[in-house]
């Protein structure tokens, strides 16, 4: 974990669970196949790592979380909080992931 500009940067690249808001912590099950191609549970599906998610913590600080792996259901709750730029969800769940992630 660095701090850079008042905003928190962790590598999540070792955390084998979702990192998003939701409550589990169950690692992510193995690929399954098909058509000889692994589908993984977690987004990116292809088993790969998004550069980073970006959650407001207030005006000032921000959480950033990089190689990040997340359960579909909280990759798509952020995807729509940014697309409707609904900051006070963007807050309410960074302050959550701070928790889960003991930060």
Known sequence: MTYENRDIIVDV????????????????????IINNNYIYIFKPNDGGRYKEYIYKLDNNH??????????????????EFI????IEGIIKDGEIIRQ???I
């Open 100 to 102: 889960k992630l003991k």
């Open 13 to 32: 690249s070792d955390i084998k669970f979702c990192v998003g808001p939701c409550n589990s912590k169950k690692e992510e099950l193995e690929p399954i």
């Open 83 to 86: 697309e409707e730029n609904y």
């Open 62 to 79: 921000s959480i950033i979380l990089k190689n990040a792996r997340m359960c579909c259901s909280c990759n798509s709750r952020y995807l």
